[in-house]
């Protein structure tokens, strides 16, 4: 069993060996850097960009009704207002 392990590390090695010396790795990298020049031009954004633009949206949100809230408030006084001064 020893051998038949020396055997498929040795040649595992040998694969790794020819891989990085070969032209897959270059096909590799140039296949890369077109991903990457290609994503550049698709005006995307991280997980991490989107995941903080959620949360600022949610207090934005949160904020926003608050803001509605108050401001039926107000129209209510000042309806109320007008009403006595009628």
């Known amino acids: 069993m020893k051998q038949s392990n020396d055997v498929f590390n040795d040649f595992q090695r040998k ?3 020819f891989l990085q ?3 897959a790795k270059d096909v590799e990298k140039n ?12 005006d995307l954004v991280t997980r991490e960009e989107f995941d ?3 949360q600022v ?7 926003l009704e608050e ?17 006595k001064q009628d």
């Open 57 to 63: 949206l949610v207090r934005t949100r949160a904020r």
């Open 31 to 42: 296949m890369k850097a077109m991903l990457a020049q290609g994503f550049s031009k698709l």
């Open 15 to 17: 694969m790794s060996e």
């Open 67 to 83: 803001l509605e809230k108050r401001v039926a408030q107000l129209e209510q006084r000042l309806a109320g207002g007008s009403a």
């Open 52 to 54: 903080t633009q959620t």
């Open 21 to 23: 010396n070969s032209p």
